[in-house]
């Protein structure tokens, strides 16, 4: 059930966009460079910060999997806190890239369109990853290990969960820098 809820919230944001302008608005949305900065930043920035191992039973626990002994779910929430606050970092460094190339472009109107493209788009991203697959796991696993009474052996802080507070500023501050360089570069050219 929890699989098909999320399809079909997916489904949602899917046909939100697809309302503007059929599949074709759809295809807007898809931009593979901004993907593979997301995506690649913030798998690649994690494995700096956890082993490969680490990330990918952090996962599983996640998705409903056993707690292993020698791991408790505190490692594991530490190992999705740091997946979520690096995606929604790569969707504001995107954000910036995208805005940089936008200004850079000033003098061709034509490419300050694509740029705002890749800007607001590597935003979008990070957004639905860190806050629409990450944010759920985590507070799924918080909750076990609420069940579980993990949090209250020593260094069960719950640090994982109070670290959703710097990501989602990171992603609101991603959304509206956009906003102000589109604002600003229709200024300069009116």
């Known amino acids: 059930m929890k699989v098909i809820a999320a399809l079909l919230g997916f489904g949602l944001i899917g ?8 599949m074709g608005a759809l295809a807007m949305f898809v931009n593979v ?19 490969p191992g680490h990330v990918v039973a952090a996962l599983g626990v996640a998705c409903g999997g056993p707690v292993r002994e020698d ?3 505190a490692q594991h929430l ?31 109107p034509s490419a300050i369109g694509p740029a705002m493209a890749i ?14 697959a990450l944010g759920p796991m985590i507070q799924r696993l918080g909750a076990r290990r609420a069940a579980s009474g993990d949090g209250d052996r020593p260094g ?35």
Do not use: K
């Open 119 to 132: 800007s607001l788009l590597t935003a979008l991203y990070g957004v639905v990853l860190a806050e629409f």
């Open 33 to 51: 460079p901004s993907l593979l900065f997301v995506g690649g930043c913030t798998v690649l920035f994690t494995l700096a910060q956890h082993a």
């Open 78 to 108: 530490a190992v999705l806190s740091t997946l979520r606050t690096v995606a929604a970092g790569s969707g504001v460094a995107g954000t910036l890239v995208g805005l940089i190339l936008m200004l850079q472009n000033l003098d061709d």
């Open 71 to 73: 791991r408790g779910i």
């Open 156 to 190: 069960g802080t719950g640090a994982g969960i109070a670290a959703a507070g710097p990501s989602t500023v990171l992603l609101m501050a991603s959304l509206f820098v956009p906003l102000l360089g589109f604002w600003t570069v229709i200024s300069v050219l009116s």
């Open 15 to 22: 046909g939100a966009i697809a309302s503007g302008g059929g």
